[in-house]
Structures are given as structure tokens and as C-alpha cells.
């Protein structure tokens, strides 16, 4: 009987071993879950570097400086807020200050890398597989996150691509491409390799410039960028202003950013003799003007590979018989049905130069210059003499980023 009690007593004092061991692994391993989550909270996903730093290219010590002198926060004159958008037409009007992030509602992180056409992964990330949810805080840009693509023409390359290539393009050079049409040994030594020929014809002629538009959205497509960005090479980008606004976005959702160069959405007549249905129908839409520059986020990109990749992007230029800027917007806003986001930091030679305050220049994405008639249509900023400088885009630079090479010392920073 005692042998009994004692074996009872043994068993059961095992059983409350078990017990109070499962006990102590349970609150183990909620602690360690509880660790982690609220780690995430903090620090939220990492993105594979050190957070918002910018990252130029290899520098020259002034463009460091200057760097490091625009890492710091400025106004944004054109963030998204949902709260303020007047819709004019189908396209989203942005003109207030607000600290709101870009993303849509519901909008997950975007994978590590991002998939290019080719990769399998690609037709997961457009079914949205490889978004992840619940991200605290959204993906930082970073610099080299974006492509820029410049369009530019062999009878260009020595005035206006030489001034890029002084000025704005030493603040992303790994980034920047030039689109042209010829072999020009001198620049592609000089932009290490960034030169593409794209075999379009020269001129300034809609089929010309489709043509380069074309080349330009391919050459991101094969690429694993999660931004492109087009500009003229009569404009001057603001590079590190430019990686802060699509900060404000996310590059998984579709983004068309941009600022329309007329003041209500463009009526075009379809001439479908082909079809029956079709005759003479009127369509309306929005376009971002291809002087001022704007910016395609990869996933509406992608979204457009099936109508406007491999040389589709000129056909639709000839269907419509408009020039690059407005198949763009045709495509977008017209057959995908995505809003032109309006971003009035961006400029071009349409609008009066001289009207940009030099206390904004920091704020603003792009400018740029063109002779009217007899007259210089180009912003108005201290600097080089007239005649060094006609365009001032040297002046500008060097009021942005006095620390470069290039500025005279007298120049101070504001
Ligand atoms: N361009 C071109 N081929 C030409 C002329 C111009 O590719 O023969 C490019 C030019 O480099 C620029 C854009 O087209 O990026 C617009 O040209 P431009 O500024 O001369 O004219 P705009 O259209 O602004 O009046
Ligand atoms: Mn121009």
C-alpha cells in the first residue's frame, strides 16, 4: 500500500513537472515573440541599408558636402494628401503641405528586390504575392532606387549635356542615362558608359521622339529600379529633392507623377476608320508634360508592359498622332485608367522661370531655360554673369550646391 502511495505520489509529482516546464517554455516563447514585435514596431523592416542616407556617386569632396548640406529636411511644397486632392477632370491636384506618406490605403512593404520582366517572380508580383503586410512604416527611397532617363539628340550633346554633366548629373551619376542618337565617344568616356545610342532617327519629330520615349521605358523595365523618372536635357534636376518626393510614394502601387502643361485634360478624336464602332470618339486626358520631367512608379510600369513594351509604345504614338508626353498620359490615364498625380515642383520652359522664388529653389523637383523670340526664358538667380551664364543654370546649381568645383567662392550658401 505505501509502495502504491509512494509510486502515485511520484507520478503525479512528474506530471506537475511537465507541467510547470511546458509552463516556463510558453512564457519563453511569448517573450521572445513579444521581443520581436516590438522591435519591428521601433525599427520597422530592414530595408538592406542604412536607412534615409542619400548615396552619391564616388565624390569629389564638394559634392559630398553638398550631400550631406540637402540631406536635410525641407519644406515639400506637393506631398499627397488625401484630405485636400481637388480632382479636376480624373486627375488629382496636389497643392497643399502635408506630412501624410504616399501610401494608399492598405499598401504593403514592396519584396527586397524588385522583379523585371524576365524574372518568374514578376507575374507573383503583380498578383500581389509578394507584397508583405503590416509594415509599420513605409520603404525609404533612396537615390538608388531611381533611373533617370534624359532624352537628348547628337546636336545637344556639347551645350546642353555638357552642362548636366557639370552640374546636376555629379549628384547622380550611377543613376542617369542619356538617351541619344549616335555613337559619341567623348560622353559615353565621360558619363562612364551611360550613353544609349537608341538608333532613333534624329530630329525633333513625333515618331523621333516616340521612338526615344520607347527605348527609355524599356531600358527601366530591364532594369530592377523601383522608379523611373524622364527628363529633357533642358531641364535641371534637384536630385536630392527628387528622391524625397517619391519618398512620399510607393513604387508598388501605380504612381504617374508629373505636371500637365495646359489647364484642362486634353480632347483628342480617335479617327478608328478601321473599326465601326469607334469613329471619330472623343477622349479625354491628362498628360504630364515631357519638359518638366515626371516619374512612373515600377508597378505602373509594369502594368503598361503589355501595351507599350517591345516597340508598342511608338505604335500607339502613330494609332494617336500625338508626340511621346501625351501617349503617356494616353496610356495611363486613358487605357490603364491611373490618374495623372500632379506635382507642381516640377517646371518646365512653358511656365516663366522668373516667377520661381529663389527661397523655393530647394523645394522644387525640375527647371528649365529656352530662348523666346528674343528674349531668355530662364530663372531668375544671382550668380555668374549673363554672359557666362545665359540659361543661369550654373547660377542655379551653385546656388543649390555652392560647394561644388564649379562655384565661385563669392558664392554663399542661403
Ligand atoms: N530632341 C531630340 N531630337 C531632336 C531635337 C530634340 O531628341 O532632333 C530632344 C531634346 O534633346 C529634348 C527634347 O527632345 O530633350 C525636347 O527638345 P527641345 O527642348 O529642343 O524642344 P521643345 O519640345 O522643348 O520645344
Ligand atoms: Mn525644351
Same mark, same amino acid.
Given at each position: ?22 509552463? =516556463? ?28 542616407? @542619400? ?5 569629389? +569632396? ?10 536635410? +529636411?525641407? *519644406? ?43 524574372? /518568374? ?31 537628348? !539628340? %547628337? ?44 538608333? $532613333? ?5 513625333? %515618331?523621333?521622339?516616340?521612338? /526615344? ?23 535641371? =534636376? ?8 517619391? #519618398?512620399?510614394?510607393?513604387? !508598388? ?18 479617327? *478608328? ?21 515626371? $516619374? ?8 503598361? @508592359? ?17 508626340? #511621346? ?13 491611373? +490618374? ?11 511656365? +516663366? ?11 522644387? =523637383? ?6 523666346? %523670340? ?10 555668374? #554673369?549673363? /554672359? ?9 546649381? $551653385? ?7 564649379? $562655384?565661385? %567662392?563669392?558664392? /554663399?550658401?542661403?
Amino acid at each position: 500500500m505505501r509502495c502504491l502511495k509512494k509510486k502515485m505520489s511520484q507520478v503525479f509529482s512528474l506530471t506537475q513537472r511537465y507541467k510547470r516546464t511546458l509552463q =516556463v517554455m510558453a512564457a519563453g516563447v511569448f517573450l521572445i515573440y513579444m521581443t520581436l514585435v516590438l522591435y519591428q514596431n521601433v525599427y520597422g523592416y530592414s530595408s538592406g541599408s542604412n536607412g534615409q542616407e @542619400l548615396q552619391y556617386g564616388p565624390a569629389d +569632396p564638394a559634392v559630398a558636402a553638398a550631400a550631406a548640406a540637402v540631406a536635410e +529636411p525641407q *519644406n515639400v511644397i506637393a506631398k499627397r494628401d488625401n484630405s485636400v486632392n481637388s480632382v479636376i477632370g480624373n486627375s488629382h491636384v496636389i497643392n497643399s503641405v502635408s506630412s501624410s506618406s504616399g501610401q494608399r490605403a492598405g499598401v504593403g512593404g514592396p519584396p527586397a528586390s524588385y522583379p523585371t520582366r524576365f524574372d /518568374k517572380s514578376y507575374y507573383d508580383y503583380q498578383n500581389g504575392q509578394l507584397s508583405v503586410t503590416g509594415t509599420p512604416k513605409p520603404p525609404t527611397t533612396e537615390l538608388d532606387d531611381l533611373l533617370i532617363s534624359v532624352k537628348t !539628340t %547628337k546636336g545637344y550633346h556639347d551645350t546642353r549635356l555638357e552642362m548636366i554633366t557639370k552640374t546636376w548629373y555629379q549628384l547622380a551619376k550611377e543613376q542617369t542615362w542619356f538617351f541619344t542618337d549616335t555613337n559619341d565617344q567623348h560622353y559615353q568616356k565621360l558619363t562612364n558608359g551611360h550613353m544609349v545610342n537608341t538608333n $532613333c532617327s534624329q530630329g525633333h519629330f513625333r %515618331k523621333a521622339l516616340c521612338c /526615344k520615349m520607347g527605348k527609355e521605358y524599356e531600358f527601366f523595365l530591364d532594369s530592377a529600379k523601383r522608379w523611373w523618372c524622364h527628363f529633357d536635357d533642358d531641364n535641371y =534636376v534637384n536630385v536630392p529633392r527628387l528622391v524625397r518626393l517619391l #519618398d512620399e510614394y510607393s513604387p !508598388t502601387q501605380d504612381w504617374y507623377l508629373g505636371k500637365p502643361s495646359i489647364s484642362s485634360p486634353l480632347e483628342i478624336f480617335l479617327d *478608328n476608320t478601321k473599326s465601326s464602332t469607334e469613329v471619330n470618339k472623343k477622349v479625354t486626358f491628362w498628360f504630364a508634360t515631357g519638359g518638366a520631367g515626371f $516619374c512612373i512608379s515600377r508597378a505602373l510600369a509594369l502594368k503598361m @508592359l503589355p501595351i507599350a513594351s517591345s516597340g508598342k509604345f511608338m505604335a500607339i504614338g502613330d494609332k494617336i498622332r500625338f508626340p #511621346d508626353d501625351v501617349t503617356m498620359g494616353f496610356i495611363i490615364e486613358h487605357i490603364l485608367n491611373v +490618374p495623372l498625380t500632379v506635382v507642381d515642383a516640377f517646371h518646365s520652359h512653358l511656365e +516663366p522661370m522668373e516667377f520661381i522664388r529663389p527661397e523655393t529653389f530647394h523645394d522644387q =523637383v525640375s527647371f528649365s531655360y529656352a530662348r523666346m %523670340k528674343n528674349e531668355w526664358n530662364v530663372v531668375k538667380v544671382d550668380g555668374f #554673369d549673363l /554672359k557666362t551664364d545665359p540659361k543661369r543654370i550654373y547660377s542655379l546649381h $551653385c546656388y543649390l550646391y555652392p560647394f561644388f568645383s564649379i $562655384c565661385p %567662392k563669392t558664392i /554663399k550658401r542661403r
